[in-house]
């Protein structure tokens, strides 16, 4: 199995793939498009790499932060989740996001993902959380946890109707505390985004 690659970026392919050379061979990986755009032709390379193996195809899976390949890896375990809606999903979202996401049950920012409408993303959210390591901001049981995620749902939406990017909001979400009413959470995020955009 193939854990890693190190070498040589020979060729950008399509919108998902990026040809490695290690030692003389070349390695078709499978990236998502962020990680398309950060590999240059010619340039050294490290990869994390998932190799997948079917009765009918190797694929190799290509990932800048071992964290990428660890969420990777979690998704396609899940229910009806393949590699390419995995690579999809981590295209949209990196995998603090991705956490934040499940854990405030986001449904608007995981239908920002390619090819997931609100019925997959309802499941998605159901198979992934007790998949992946839910942070603080998830009080099971605890008074107020519901309302804690609707509060950063509303400032999310009220963010992105004012005209800023998903990565921008989620960013700025991960930055503000857990509690709070929605007009001082707003106002907050609005400070950070100032001094970021400045």
Known sequence: MIGSLRGTVLER?????????VGGVGYVVT??????????????VFLYVHHHIREDAQTLYGF??????ATFEILIATHGI??????????????SALVDIVATNDLGALTLVPGVGKKTAERLLVELRNRLSLPMLDPVGAPGGASGGSVVGDVREALAGLGYGPEEV?????ELPATGDASTLLRDALKLLGAKRA
């Open 64 to 69: 800048r932060q071992r964290d990428e390949r």
């Open 31 to 44: 990236v998502t498009p962020r990680t398309l755009a950060e590999l240059e032709p010619s340039s050294p």
């Open 82 to 95: 393949g590699p390419a809606l995995a690579i999809a999903i981590l295209g949209t979202h990196a995998p």
């Open 13 to 21: 392919s399509g919108d998902t793939s990026v040809l490695v050379e």
């Open 170 to 174: 989620r960013d700025v979400l991960r």
